[in-house]
């Protein structure tokens, strides 16, 4: 059964940073292409990322909002995605999703970040 | 990216069926076959129910079924159920190599 859990979210001030982790569990992370999903408090889903496998480039690709200021990485050996979020802002407040595939197949059960002075 | 339009709202009453439409551009849905949709019980982890258009993924039931024609996807679920209340959302591959969402529309089951 294919599991994943987020962890690392919390409070951070506008212009902060902070790092998102996502274990994954079930499967063969190093064969997956990967994304994170946000979703503002009262609004809809929307995507924030996706990192290819490392067999496909391992390369990233961002939602226009967070490109310059979010990076999506990897590490394979310990079955973990990171988000690492920098210059945050108060508009990026919200439940951060983890998924397999860039479109969603599998999502984990979320974590709050809050942007707030 | 502009996301994607969907209604609001929709309703029905069980046994019903209800269609919910996704249109996007030539940009977005019309131009490719990569539209996916999800359920989503709020406090939950949203749920992939179609991907690549019309497919759907194991254990999820044929009452969702989904196509495309131009710019505009649709979901249907038929035969409604209590439990089919819930927020649901397409999303889209697009020509800058990014995904993006519809604003979500809320099904309430009479």
């Known amino acids: 059964e294919v599991q994943l859990a987020e962890s690392g979210g919390g409070l951070a001030k506008p212009g902060g940073s902070l790092r998102l982790s996502c274990v994954a569990s079930?499967?063969?992370?190093?064969?997956?292409?990967m994304s994170w999903v946000r979703q503002a408090p009262g609004k809809g889903l929307e995507w924030v990322g996706r990192?290819?496998?490392?067999?496909?480039?391992?390369?990233?690709d961002y939602a226009a909002p967070v490109k310059g200021r979010f990076i999506i990485s990897r590490d394979d050996s310990k079955s973990t995605l990171y988000l690492q979020m920098n210059s945050l802002k108060t508009e990026d407040t919200g439940v951060y999703y983890c998924?397999?595939?860039?479109?969603?197949?599998?999502w984990g059960q979320g974590t709050l970040v809050t942007v707030s002075s | 990216q502009s996301a994607l339009t969907q209604p609001a709202s929709v309703s029905g009453s069980p046994g019903q069926s209800i269609t919910i439409s996704c249109t996007g551009t030539s940009s977005d849905v019309g131009g490719y076959n990569y539209v996916s949709w999800y359920q989503h019980h709020p406090g939950k982890a949203p749920k992939l129910l179609i991907y690549n258009v019309s497919n759907r993924p194991s254990g999820v039931s044929n009452r969702f079924s989904a196509s495309k024609s131009g710019n505009t996807a649709s979901l249907t679920i038929s035969g409604l159920q209590a439990e089919d209340e819930a927020d649901y959302y397409c999303s889209s591959h697009t020509t800058r190599n990014t995904w993006v969402f519809g604003g979500g529309t809320k099904l309430t089951v009479l």
């Open positions: 079930g499967f063969t992370i190093s064969d997956a292409w």
């Open positions: 990192i290819k496998s490392k067999t496909d480039g391992g390369t990233t």
């Open positions: 998924a397999t595939a860039d479109y969603g197949y599998d």
